[in-house]
């Protein structure tokens, strides 16, 4: 059985006149393209830790079958903004699990992407954990019922956004949280 013990996130932009090289450019700037990517569904393991980019991708070796939360937008029109979001949303209980959340589309800002994320994230873990609250409310109002419920401890968003590239050429963004052993 596997049970990833540590998470970290990463984010990346590619650019190039195919697709999918500009899909293998974007995962390179997320510095996962040596990778074997499998994505998987919206789960935080209990007992997960984040790590920071840098000691992430070191536990990892190129090949790897890699486990991630992963979003992708791609577009070939000049100017079209892009995004790639994951949300996150975690237990007050250490031993209970959290949910990822991932967005992707046209015309947000990183931030407006990186809230949808974290609202879905945070609303997958508020039914879960039976906490009422009323989705026609904005986030931020739900969010307030979450913190006094006292069972969401975090929630968080990490995002990328770009401007469809000029000339005749794709663009990239993916955003994923990442599991390691």
């Given at each position: 059985?596997?049970v990833?013990?540590y998470?970290f ?6 650019v ?7 899909f293998?450019?974007a995962?390179k700037?997320?510095?996962?393209a040596h ?5 998987v569904?919206?789960?935080?393991p209990?007992?997960?830790?984040i790590?920071d980019i840098?000691d992430?991708?070191?536990?990892l ?13 791609q577009?070939?029109e000049?100017g079209r ?8 949303a975690?237990?007050?209980?250490s031993?209970?699990?959290?949910f990822?959340?991932e967005?992707?589309?046209f015309g947000?800002t990183e931030f407006?992407?990186?809230?949808y994320?974290?609202d ?11 906490i009422e609250f ?5 986030y ?9 419920s006292?069972?969401i401890v975090?929630?968080?968003?990490f ?13 990239t963004v ?8």
């Amino acid at each position: 059985m596997y049970v990833p013990r540590y998470m970290f996130f990463t984010k990346g932009i590619g650019v190039d006149k195919e697709k999918l090289a500009s899909f293998e450019l974007a995962l390179k700037d997320a510095r996962i393209a040596h990778l074997n990517i499998v994505s998987v569904s919206s789960i935080f393991p209990p007992h997960c830790r984040i790590l920071d980019i840098e000691d992430g991708v070191s536990k990892l070796e190129p090949g790897e079958i890699t486990h991630c939360v992963i979003s992708r937008e791609q577009i070939n029109e000049p100017g079209r903004r892009i995004v790639a979001s994951i949300g996150l949303a975690l237990p007050a209980e250490s031993g209970n699990y959290g949910f990822l959340s991932e967005h992707h589309g046209f015309g947000q800002t990183e931030f407006e992407a990186g809230e949808y994320a974290e609202d879905l994230a945070a609303s997958m873990l508020a039914n879960t954990l039976g906490i009422e609250f009323d989705p026609d409310k904005d986030y931020d109002e739900r969010r307030e019922v979450y913190k006094m419920s006292c069972k969401i401890v975090e929630s968080q968003h990490f995002s990328q956004a770009a401007l469809g590239a000029e000339g005749e050429l794709w663009t990239t963004v993916v955003a994923a949280a990442v599991f390691v052993k």
